[in-house]
């Protein structure tokens, strides 16, 4: 098949056209922008063989699906329309149905130990605990600090507003949460989950951080949650604010889902696969797939922090640890941040698989 029939391949980023081969696609362009340039990140609808950047669409998609893809016209059973109307839908989406706000659906669908005004009426130890802490703590070099566990809000209907957000976005994307990694039969089983095949190896959490990763994750099986708030946007899908000031250097969540071999899922068109182990041994390399469970880090966008604009946005890092022998990724505050403040961290360490440039 010659390079004119590749391009028609809508499972394939388009290369630069020979000199030859131009005068067949100059009139290949975006429906909604109406250009032709970034021909590498130009796709073509497997429906109607409209062309569409794939930073035109909203929500944005971070690279070019490896399987058929097919635009929003395509994908509405509505009767067909002209491509006017075609590049509106493209820029429109349709705002998720809210999960109800009600204390035992809520309590159920996280599978809360207790119900969040039992925690409530009783406070937290571990943040009476962090209250009682004196200030000059603070003072303590940035390297010296250990790491924070979050401060729920303590109004316990707060907690279940910022509950139903992340339980509207997950039913919306058609998974369960999860605030563990999970191993599921036919993909990587947890023994292949060994931080000390990591290429060039892996830092180890200390044993104080680790005691604090654990508190928040008893936090969140009480039902206090993390002070987060999952909204829809029309450009950026879902996303993630703060709804109270967090601290720097606060553990916002664990990158939770299923683990698999990064070799099953190179033609997956899952976005938000993150790494888990780079192994010297691509073979044993694994990645968490968030897909079917996961918790409301899935949620929080990625950042390119290599624009000064990039750099201002992002207030997290994301991190990966060895705890007791075992990879797991962490994202965690880099700066104070303030209420109501978007949540940001980087996607720059795998540049090549997230062009990462059209998500400032």
Known sequence: MGAAGQLRRRTRARTPPSRAESRDDDDVSCEACGSGDAAAELMLCDGCDRGFHIFCLRPILPRVPAGDWFCPSCRSPAPARSKSAAASSAATARKPKQFPLVQTKIVDFFKIQRSPLAAASTGSSEAKKRKRKPAGALVVSKKKRKLLPFNPSEDPAQRLRQMASLATALTATGAVFSNHLTYQPGMAPRSANRAA?????????????????????????????????????????????????????????????????????????????????????????????PDRRSNIARFIN??????????????????????????????????????????YYDYNGSEHEYPTHHFV
């Open 302 to 343: 990625g950042i390119n922090n290599h624009t000064p604009e990039g750099r201002k946005k992002q207030n997290l890092k994301c991190v990966r640890f060895d705890v007791a022998g075992e990879c797991r990724v962490l994202l965690v505050a880099n700066r104070d941040i303030s209420k109501g403040e978007r949540l």
């Open 197 to 289: 095949l990591e290429a060039g190896g892996m830092q180890v959490l200390p044993k104080e951080d680790v005691e604090t990763l654990s508190q928040c994750q008893r936090m969140m099986e009480r039902g206090e949650c993390p002070p987060l708030l999952v909204v829809y946007d029309p450009v950026e899908g879902f996303t993630v604010e703060a709804d109270r000031f967090i601290r720097d250097l606060t553990i916002i969540t664990e990158y939770v889902g299923d683990v698999d071999y990064l070799r099953n899922r190179e033609h997956d068109d899952g976005d938000s696969m993150m790494t888990l182990l780079s192994a010297s041994a691509p073979s044993r390399s694994l990645v968490i797939c």
